[in-house]
Every structure is written in C-alpha cells, then in structure tokens.
C-alpha cells in the first residue's frame, strides 16, 4: 500500500502505457540524452509482494500441499514477463525488514513457495536477490542509482524511498506511469515534498501525525517545507542537523 491516498493525490501526473510499450520506448528509442546501443529494459518486481498477493486468498494448510495454487498464478506471471524486451530483477524482503505494518504483525511468506518461487524465475533466465530490509527500499535504491530503469509496485512509498520511475498494475498491458519529472511539472511534487508527505501522513511501518492526512501534508509541502528538509538532511552533519 504505502502512503494511504497518495495515488490518488498524484493522479495529475500520471501516463498510461503498457511494459512492453515502455521497454520499446526506452530501451531501443532512447531519449536524446542517453548514448550507447539499444538495450532490454532493466525492470524491478517486488518479489515478496508477488507471493503476498498470490498466497492472500489461500488457506495456510495449502501450502505444505504437492499442488501449490500461488506457483501456478506466479508462473503465469513470469511467462506473461517473459514474451516482453526487458530484463526482470526481483527482489525478496530481507531479514531486516520492520516487523510491525499498519499497527499489526508483518506477515512472513511460507518458506515452501518461497523456495520453488526463487526456482521459477531462475528457470525463466530471470535474476533475484534478498534485501537486507524491505524489498520496496532496495527497489527504490537500484532504481534511483541508475541499476535498473523502472520499479513495477503497488506500493507508493517507494517513491518515498527515491525511486524516479515507477509503474503499477496487476495488468501489464494496462499500466500507470509516474516519474519524477511529470511528478514536478504536473502535480508539483518534489523529492521534499514526498519525503515530507511520507512523514506527516504515514505509511506501512509509522503512523505519521494523527489528523494529517496526504492532502493536508501535500499543501504544507507546497510551502518549501519538504525541500528544506531534505537540503538539510544530504547537506548538514549530524551535529548540525540536531541543532
């Protein structure tokens, strides 16, 4: 989920394609700006939250069973990915991960699908890692260092996190797009501001300011608040920063 209305509040700069329209468009019709050769599309895929959704609806005794639902509903997934021109990357929640989401107990996936999921996508050629902490992060980390070109997640606050290209739907020939540039010049939302939002109205592991909701947050960023805020927290020490 991440940032509760956060979506929604960003709707203004949203562009609707689907991945593989995408991974044509910027893998072998590169911007101007972008020297080399044509290349696949490097896609992220919050792995952990693939399984989630997949075991959701399953009974718990389901998934010592020889015949495994979520794996069928997984391969489908990773064949539908597999006729696209992009690289796919996925990435499991880490042992770090925050145990507590949404003022409950973070759920952990069963260590059985877990096992034949990270097998699945190695049959499809696919690359997989565990994150130290939660997957959202680790997506947003290797999206913002350039690692891979576009996180596909449901959840907002990867955006949060620095992810600068991001694409959500279950339908991947119906997708929605958000980068950090149509986020600025269409709804104009910075970097600060979506940390100062983030912080304010909450997400999945803090609860925020009580009263606080997106929109309320989004109108104090609009101010500068969120700008001065991150300025002060990639420029000052950490002496000057609790001054």
Request: charged share 20%.
């Amino acid at each position: 989920m991440g940032v509760f209305g956060l979506w929604e509040a960003l709707e203004p700069a949203t562009t609707y394609c689907t991945l593989n329209e995408f991974a044509i468009k910027e893998g072998f019709h590169p911007p101007a700006n972008r020297s080399g050769p044509p290349r696949m599309l490097r896609v992220g895929f919050n792995a952990s939250a693939w399984l989630s959704s997949a075991c959701r609806s399953l009974p718990q005794h389901r998934h010592s069973t020889k015949k495994s639902p979520e794996l069928r509903t997984i391969f489908f997934r990773l064949a539908t990915i597999s006729r696209m021109l992009v690289q796919a990357h996925f990435v499991f929640d880490g042992p770090s991960r925050p145990k507590v989401k949404r003022g409950g107990i973070a759920k952990t996936a069963p260590h059985f699908p877990m096992q034949h999921f990270r097998e699945l996508i190695a049959a499809f050629g696919f690359s997989w890692h565990e994150a130290p902490g939660g997957a959202g992060a680790d997506l947003a980390g290797l999206n913002s260092r350039g690692l891979i070109d576009v996180v596909v997640t449901e959840d907002s606050d990867v955006l949060a996190f620095g992810a600068h290209t991001v694409m959500r739907s279950e339908h991947y020939d119906d997708m929605k797009l958000y980068t950090m540039d149509a986020l600025e010049h269409s709804a104009g939302v910075t970097k600060g501001a979506l940390l100062l939002v983030t912080l304010m109205s909450g997400a999945d592991y803090d609860d925020g300011i009580r009263g606080c909701d997106v929109d309320i947050a989004l109108q104090l960023a609009h101010y500068g608040f969120g700008d001065e805020l991150l300025h002060a927290v990639e420029t000052l020490t950490a002496v000057q920063y609790k001054e």
